[in-house]
């Protein structure tokens, strides 16, 4: 089931909609159904590297015991 992002042309409001087969979505504001698929903007993350894991509570390893 993806997720794609629409943008109304007849209000231009723009939202995400759950697709499910051939189901054509409908304006959450207006209903209408003349809508454009845009391109979704995936976001990568970065870890921290240089930060040192910090204790679980559970245990009294300063370096983190794998389990947080």
Excluded at 7 to 22: D, H, I, P, T
Excluded at 26 to 40: F, N
């Amino acid at each position: 089931m993806p997720l794609y992002e629409y943008v109304c042309r007849k209000c231009g409001s723009q939202f995400e909609e759950l697709v499910f087969g051939k189901v054509q979505p409908a304006c959450p504001t207006c209903q209408s159904k003349d809508l454009e698929r845009v391109l979704s903007v995936v976001a990568i993350g970065k870890g921290k590297p240089d930060v040192p894991p910090s204790p679980c509570g559970s245990c009294s390893n300063r370096g983190g015991c794998g389990f947080n």
